[in-house]
């Protein structure tokens, strides 16, 4: 889910999940640039965190002609946490209040927005992205490195102000541990040298792992 304050131009999204393990208190590797967290009423249960949308720092398609299913690479940078701007710490106290009135629905594993005749959405931010997830995620270690497979069923939405188009999709999504460990880190260390030299095990992995599951279908 993304919110959007318009006049400034400053986009930040709100990442919800259930079902993490019990007093867990750090967010899943797919929580990056985070901003602070936010507590939802009634819902110790559920985690949430306010973050800046990913930064890319690499993207490319890998061409696999006897397959019937797009292949995509994407490389995210950024901390895993961002030092808050002075200026933009009053729209995080109003929004992060605001949406810990959200209310997820449990028996379709859906959040909703507070309900407009009690909470409306303050003046100058807007809704234009939503999209939800059921994940399994798998780990797995090939060639000394240590990679993270995720099974995703998503639902969402997107919207340009006119109409929404609703938008579903199953994927898997593969994680190298030590590209996010560099990338995310604080020190930002990396080099683009340094992240293709391991392109190979990344893409082994990948080959060895469609393998695997097309001789199960």
Known sequence: MQEKEEEAGRSVRLKVWEGLPPGSDEPPIEVKNILRRVFLHGMQDINAWLCYPSVSVLRGEIIAPNLQYDCRMKLRAGSRYVAV?????????????YLSSCKLDRESHCMHLPEENGH????????VFYREAKEIMYEATFDEETFIVIVLDENGWDSDSCK?????????????????????????????????????????????LQSYLFEMM
């Open 85 to 97: 701007q002075e200026s933009d710490i009053s729209e995080d106290d109003i929004l992060s209040e």
């Open 120 to 127: 409306e959405i303050p003046e100058g931010f807007d809704c």
């Open 164 to 208: 929404k188009r609703k938008k579903k999709q199953f994927g898997i999504r593969v994680v190298m541990k030590s590209w996010s460990e560099a990338m995310l880190s604080s020190e930002r260390h990396w080099n683009p040298e340094q992240i293709l030299q391991k392109l190979k095990n990344y893409i082994d992995f990948l080959s060895s």
